[in-house]
């Protein structure tokens, strides 16, 4: 018995072979055809040298090539890559040679960049990209393929290649990993057992109960035995949340509803479309502009019965939104990462406080920590960090400095512990403030950048905002607000700072703000803090609070 993503997948293909598994406009596959394309590409991976543990990387967006590619590279029990398309040539350099893959599947679109990189040359003695074979999706670009790594178009890699399923039994120890970019640093790649994280992303613990699933055929045959649900991951694939939604809905027999590019409007003509069910977003950065595409015209939504969020802050003001327009359809906001998988969630109720980023029920693996391990108590107010014991990573692949900070023992228990500032309720429920490398200190308290955006979201011309902390001689820091306004309005300071002290304490109100056209948000949502920082430092505000000027107390 083996809880690996092939053999999860295989069970479902194996019970329901002619139900539908991915749709993408007019194009669709059923389990049967899945089977036979995805077992002829892991048979051309294995023909290529690709043995158990070699790494494979996915240079692609959502689609249905790419949902064939993911399951070929786990059936030949390599190692995904996952590759973000919208990285420059410096972050692909490191990606290539820091994750030591041998093959790249990629859309033809990123042709010249792939091969920018490959035939970069190194005089420093580092080491280069290992890259010797690369398989090319058609995306409909004429863009030139180029030569080096030995190019083959992904027809012809699956042409001729055996559509039997005979590979050698799957282990729970072969290996899942997942890059993640972070808020700084250089892509690192996050690498665990698959039983593991199927246990707490793939449903291998039930969602609701906590009951681990003892029976590796449960998933296939609890779909078997009902209707034919339909998830429309957004996302991209990239983004882990993304690539395990679509993997629940093929352990399951599911329908997975992909496509490649985000369009608030093409999102609700597809739930129409392919009648999706649950649908699930980051947050604002998708939430936002899609609420605000179905207030423009009329949608078939009658299909869709769930919607749910994670990975990125889904501000009250947005919530609500979606609460009015949808009061039958649960709403979900999700808390966790690729260190710890599922954290917690919760389904939003109308009227809660617009205070701070998401408040959710923890699972009994999940946990707020104070420096030496000990747990913080419920209802002090104290701050700690979030950590997960159970099911986690095994390791940041070739970190092992970044692995002994992150993945610690306390008390005989081993923990991941990625980062995150928390704070336990009274009633138990854990309040998300967000990543500690980005709190700002101002004049000895801490401020959690998500809590005082999803206030700053409450103002009606605020459409999207990242807060960080700028340099002050007083109090060392102080709040700075980058907002992208809506329809060209400017809100003055001092309404932006009203909107905040309704919910949250007068220090962490914005004391300066600078107005962009556009928030930059990685492609899975998450705001780039970066960027924000590089904007208050390449410029003035555009306002500053008389407090700041005066040098009067706040």
């Given at each position: 018995m083996a809880f690996t993503i092939g053999d999860l997948v295989e069970h479902a293909v194996d019970l329901m072979p002619d139900r539908t598994a991915v749709e993408s406009g007019d194009r669709s596959r059923t389990y049967a055809e899945l089977e036979a394309r995805s077992n002829a590409l892991a048979h051309h991976l294995r023909s290529l040298g690709v043995q158990p543990g070699d790494r494979v990387g996915l240079y692609s967006r959502n689609t249905i090539e790419s949902v064939e590619a993911m399951v070929a590279i786990f059936k030949a029990r390599a190692v995904m890559v996952n590759v973000n398309y919208r990285y420059v040539e410096g972050e692909l350099d490191h990606i290539f040679s820091d994750s030591g893959m041998t093959v790249l599947i990629h859309e033809r679109q990123y042709s010249t960049r792939v091969c920018n990189v490959l035939s970069n040359r190194d005089d420093g003695g580092g080491v280069r990209p290992v890259v010797a074979h690369r398989v090319v999706i058609p995306d409909g670009s004429d863009v030139e393929i180029g030569t080096l790594a030995a190019p083959v178009s992904y027809d012809d890699a699956i042409e001729g290649e055996s559509i039997e399923r005979d590979f050698e039994a799957r282990s729970d120890d072969d290996l899942y990993m997942l890059y993640t970019g972070g808020t700084t640093g250089k892509p690192k790649g996050v690498v665990w057992r698959q039983a593991d994280v199927w246990r707490v992303l793939g449903g291998g613990i039930d969602w609701y109960t906590g009951e681990p699933v003892t029976d590796e055929w449960e998933h296939a045959r609890t779909g078997a035995a009902g209707g034919q649900l339909v998830r429309f991951p957004i996302p991209p694939f990239i983004h882990g949340g993304s690539q395990w939604a679509v993997f629940q809905a093929l352990f399951s027999g599911g329908k997975a509803v992909v496509y490649p590019d985000f369009d608030a409007r093409a999102v609700w003509e597809a739930v129409g479309r392919h009648g999706v069910n649950v649908m699930f977003i980051t947050g604002d950065a998708m939430g936002r502009p899609m609420i605000?595409?179905?207030?423009?015209?009329?949608?078939?939504?009658?299909?869709?019965?769930?919607?749910?969020?994670?990975?990125?802050?889904?501000?009250?003001?947005?919530?609500?939104?979606?609460?009015?327009?949808?009061?039958?359809?649960?709403?979900?906001?999700?808390?966790?990462?690729?260190?710890?998988?599922?954290?917690?969630?919760?389904?939003?109720?109308?009227?809660?406080?617009?205070?701070?980023?998401?408040?959710?029920?923890?699972?009994?693996?999940?946990?707020?920590?104070?420096?030496?391990?000990?747990?913080?108590?419920?209802?002090?107010?104290?701050?700690?960090?979030?950590?997960?014991?159970?099911?986690?990573?095994?390791?940041?692949?070739?970190?092992?400095?970044?692995?002994?900070?992150?993945?610690?023992?306390?008390?005989?228990?081993?923990?991941?512990?990625?980062?995150?500032?928390?704070?336990?309720?009274?009633?138990?429920?854990?309040?998300?403030?967000?990543?500690?490398?980005?709190?700002?200190?101002?004049?000895?308290?801490?401020?959690?950048?998500?809590?005082?955006?999803?206030?700053?979201?409450?103002?009606?011309?605020?459409?999207?905002?990242?807060?960080?902390?700028?340099?002050?001689?007083?109090f060392g820091q102080r709040v700075a607000a980058v907002i992208a306004a809506r329809d060209s309005t400017r809100p003055t300071l001092e309404d932006l700072a009203a909107a905040v002290r309704k919910e949250l304490a007068g220090y962490k109100t914005p004391r300066s703000v600078w107005f962009v056209d556009e928030i930059k948000r990685s492609p899975a949502g998450k705001p780039d803090y970066r960027w924000a920082a590089s904007v208050t430092d390449s410029r003035p505000a555009d306002e500053i609070a008389d407090t700041e000027v005066k040098g009067a107390t706040r």
């Open positions: 605000e595409a179905l207030g423009q015209r009329d949608y078939d939504t009658s299909t869709l019965v769930s919607v749910a969020s994670s990975a990125c802050l889904f501000s009250p003001s947005i919530k609500e939104q979606f609460l009015e327009r949808f009061p039958n359809v649960i709403i979900i906001d999700a808390i966790g990462s690729s260190e710890t998988g599922f954290g917690g969630m919760a389904a939003v109720v109308k009227g809660e406080s617009h205070v701070g980023a998401p408040r959710v029920n923890a699972d009994k693996h999940t946990h707020v920590l104070r420096e030496d391990g000990t747990q913080v108590e419920p209802g002090t107010g104290e701050v700690g960090v979030l950590a997960r014991a159970g099911h986690i990573p095994l390791h940041y692949h070739n970190d092992p400095e970044k692995s002994a900070k992150t993945f610690k023992e306390f008390n005989g228990i081993r923990y991941s512990i990625p980062g995150d500032f928390a704070r336990v309720e009274a009633d138990g429920t854990i309040t998300m403030l967000g990543r500690g490398s980005m709190s700002i200190n101002t004049g000895g308290e801490k401020v959690y950048p998500e809590e005082v955006e999803a206030a700053l979201k409450g103002h009606p011309d605020v459409f999207d905002t990242v807060v960080v902390g700028v340099a002050d001689d007083r």
